[in-house]
């Protein structure tokens, strides 16, 4: 095994550094390649992504210490320049590190407990408007369907009611365009793809109008709505001035970005190993179903203690983590146990391949909601850990629970297609089930409430 | 019966508040300047009588940042 200078097992298999070294390969697949790296080297694992070159490293102590090293050694905002012209300039990572801080705090605002008890029924009722007209039976593309309901959801306890029930398809589209220039592409030279990039620049200019026309609508009508918008709207930093229209424009785009698709496929994964293992997803709609004849509210209370379905939907994401490569920008040295990445080069991290480690997850292979979540909060990192750990991480759950806690209620699934279906493939930076992603539905026999 | 002590690790507070509402007795959340909200321990040796509300603070926070460390008496 070839190794470089600081003593990094080097990943076989790269073209030379005209061809990209491992990018092409990477970009096929990168929770497949990364696996193949992690198998081939362990615990740190060195490529070339097209001139990058970049340390995999795999467990929870190395999570941990990339997790606890500040941004001016491994950087975040560094990495990923690419997604400055999508949220824009001056939010998150086109922000200096102070002010994506006091972003970040503005968001946390919005995601704070008393809201969540806002957004909770929102997200009820849009699932079950979403199931009004199913009928008793039939089948459906469930990846299409959670993203087309995610959209829904998250304008809604975002933009308000007014916003949603007004939701264009020009507003989906111009979201379309932005994620499709935010893949692998930028992580090795954000200027290579240009026609994908300036509709991009398009687009973003276009949702930061529609947007700015619902702030100023809100601004001259004097009303307070309990949606996000409003947080923001509302939102000081530390001098005492408010968001910029442009800002709110960007911290609404980050969030949908950050939480849109990956929820919806969460859900996907979630409904297809459900109807996976019909055996285990039994004492989950029990735990639904005793939730629901309780008649309570979806608060955060009540959903918190949902453990079976929890335990799912982690496992879910355990599984199959909706984002695979946690990149990180050395700027000074960075040294992990005697070996020194130098300045200049990644170092990344792979949900993918930390979940299915066999010391923190015995029997990693299989699919097991009862898992226990293990002792190290740096073994499961689906959302990230430290500092920049996903800030909609309990939001996250709190929507998948809402959502399956009205679907299981109403309707039980089985896979429609044969078992070689619901593969797991990234064309983008996000992995997702293939296409299509056909479940049957069948209305359920309920017995009658207590 | 043993006692415990909490401890937090505030790198990994985000400022849910999921402790806060699990035992305000015991954790509040304060707003910081700059970044996230973070916890805030009240009682670092909380009384037997709040150890289950406390348990629930430990087990439902999202990013696993509170730990009860059993002390000797």
Request: hydrophobic share 40%; with cysteine.
């Amino acid at each position: 095994m070839n190794e470089t200078a600081s003593g990094i097992p080097f990943v076989s298999g790269a073209r030379s550094a005209g061809e990209g070294g491992h990018f092409e390969e990477f970009c096929e697949h990168p929770a497949n390649f990364l696996m193949r790296a992690y198998r081939e080297c362990g615990e740190l694992a060195e490529f070339d992504m097209g001139g990058i070159n970049t340390v995999l490293m795999v467990g929870p102590e190395a999570h941990e210490a990339v997790f606890r090293a500040d941004d001016d050694k491994v950087s975040a905002p560094e990495a990923y320049q690419f997604m400055v012209p999508i949220f824009g300039k001056g939010v998150q990572y086109g922000a200096p590190l102070d002010i994506e801080r006091q972003q970040l705090r503005m968001h946390s605002r919005g995601l704070a407990s008393e809201k969540m008890n806002h957004y909770a029924p929102i997200i009820a009722r849009e699932t079950e408007d979403w199931i009004a007209n199913w009928g008793d039976s039939g089948e459906m593309d469930f990846y299409e369907g959670f993203a087309d309901l995610t959209i829904k959801t998250s304008t809604h306890c975002l933009l308000g009611a007014e916003f949603r029930y007004t939701l264009t398809d020009e507003f989906a589209t111009l979201y379309h365009t932005l994620g499709a220039a935010a893949d692998a592409g930028g992580l090795q030279d954000p200027n290579a793809r240009k026609d994908a990039y300036d509709a991009r620049d398009a687009a973003r200019a276009r949702l930061e109008e529609l947007i700015s026309e619902r702030v100023e609508y809100r601004k001259a009508s004097g009303e307070v709505h309990p949606d996000l918008l409003q947080v923001y709207m509302d939102a000081t930093y530390a001098d005492g001035t408010h968001l910029r229209t442009s800002e709110i424009a960007g911290m609404i785009v980050w969030f949908m970005f950050a939480g849109h698709h990956t929820s919806a496929n969460t859900a996907a994964w979630t409904l297809v190993e459900l109807a996976r293992h019909p055996d285990l997803a039994t004492a989950v709609i029990a735990e639904v179903d005793a939730v629901a004849d309780a008649g309570t509210q979806y608060d955060l209370k009540v959903v918190r203690r949902m453990s079976r379905l929890e335990g799912f939907i982690r496992e879910a994401l355990r599984v199959h983590p909706p984002l695979n490569t946690l990149t990180r920008r050395v700027v000074k040295d960075f040294e992990y146990k005697g070996h020194v990445i130098e300045k200049g080069k990644n170092v990344m991290l792979c949900p993918y391949v930390a979940h299915r480690l066999e010391s923190e997850f015995e029997h990693a292979e299989t699919f097991d909601p009862t898992r226990p979540q293990p002792k190290n909060p740096f073994a499961l990192i689906p959302f990230g850990g430290g500092q920049r750990k996903c800030v909609g991480n309990a939001f996250a759950m709190l929507q998948v629970k809402v959502i399956f806690s009205v679907l299981l209620r109403e309707y039980e699934f089985e896979l429609a297609g044969p078992r070689g279906e619901y593969a797991e493939i990234m064309p983008s930076l996000i992995l997702r089930p293939s296409d299509p992603c056909i479940l049957k539905y069948r209305r359920r026999v309920r017995r009658e409430a207590a | 019966m043993p006692r415990y002590r909490v401890q937090v690790d505030l790198m990994l507070c985000q400022g849910h508040g999921v402790c806060k509402e699990e035992c305000p007795e015991v954790f509040d959340v304060k707003d910081m300047k700059t970044g996230y909200p973070k916890v805030l321990v009240k009682e670092r040796f909380p009384d037997e009588s709040l150890m289950e509300k406390v348990q629930a603070a430990v087990d439902y926070c999202p990013n696993q940042t509170i730990k009860l460390i059993e002390v000797e008496d």
